[in-house]
């Protein structure tokens, strides 16, 4: 049984990985081209929240239930995106470090 969930699981996360537009976004920022959009694709966590809040209302005025997972899904990715723009950051300076050293190291050599 627990060899079953966890092979299930890792068909999730595949799918996930591959097919989610928020992930398939995530993966593109954080290539080396991507860095620099970090802090601009905070704002969808807006869009996101709006999302959340507008599903919410929408239940409390008799909507179908089902619209709480959607309501988690979008609150999800924008704590997904939140989080992302100061990473962003980190990366970005790292990698630049390590430019110009390699730009110093090259021209010493």
Known sequence: MLRF???ASLYVRA???RLMPTNIVLDKLRSRRGLKWGIPAMLLVVVYFYLAALMSVLVEHDAS???YPVMVVCVWNGFKFLLYGPVSLVLLARVRAAERHAIRRASIA
Request: proline letters at 0%.
């Open 5 to 7: 969930i966890w092979i």
């Open 15 to 17: 799918f996930m990985r």
């Open 65 to 67: 239930k089902w619209l």
